[in-house]
């Protein structure tokens, strides 16, 4: 399992769902103190493989210096740069092209659902079609320079996405996702533990690799798939 150093860029989460709670706006947070962020963790990394650092916070690629927060990730020697976004923005033409060559590897993508319908109603707008599309770009970005490349999807647990889990795996599999991680984004309810049981066992079925934060309820039976804040099976 990769670790990977969560650094905000901006405050505010990222796509999550409308039923729970309103959206936020989100503010930028200054370049200069991100890139010091980066800087100190790259500093204390302790060993291999590493340091790898994740991008998030709102939409990154809403930041206006997102590039320059980028490039100096790669400057100060960070191994494996990784965004959590989205998807949406990464359909913009010449966009994936810039992130791929910029030295992003890893791609977290926030997905509510993998059904369209489902996922744009719990999102509350238009989402899921612009995310595909953002994937593919990336992807063929990534193949067109022969860069190897993961792309995870990230899918916030909470009251209204719960019983849509083994569904929401099932179908990242056929969509080309490497791996899903599915994160505590509220109460949930009754059966949860059931439910995201069944989520890894889809995957595991679909050959697709999904890991839940410690955040959720899990049966000694898949222990295996629980990893701590930061880590990650890419």
Known sequence: MLEFAHVEVAEGTGLACVRCARAAATRPLPAAEVIERVEALVGAWESAPGPNVLLAGGEPFDHPELPAIVAACARLGVERIAIETSGVALAAPGLAPA????????????????????????????????????????????????????????????????????????????????????????????????????????????????????????????????????????
């Open 99 to 234: 992130v791929v060559e910029a030295g992003v590897t890893h791609l977290h993508v926030r997905v509510l659902a993998a059904d369209a319908s489902a996922g744009d109603a719990l999102a509350g707008r238009d989402v899921t079609a612009g995310a595909e599309a953002g994937v593919a770009a990336f992807r063929a970005a990534a193949a067109g320079a022969r860069q190897p490349v993961i792309v995870t999807a990230v899918v916030p647990v909470c009251a209204h996405t719960v019983a849509l889990l083994p569904a929401t795996v099932a179908g990242l599999a056929v969509r080309g996702f490497d791996a899903a991680r599915l994160v505590s984004a509220g109460p949930a309810g009754p059966g949860t533990a059931a439910l995201v049981s069944a989520a890894c066992d889809t995957g595991m079925v679909n050959h697709l690799w999904v890991e839940t934060d410690g955040a959720l309820p899990l049966p000694d039976s898949h222990r295996l798939h629980a990893v701590p804040e930061g880590g990650h099976d890419d």
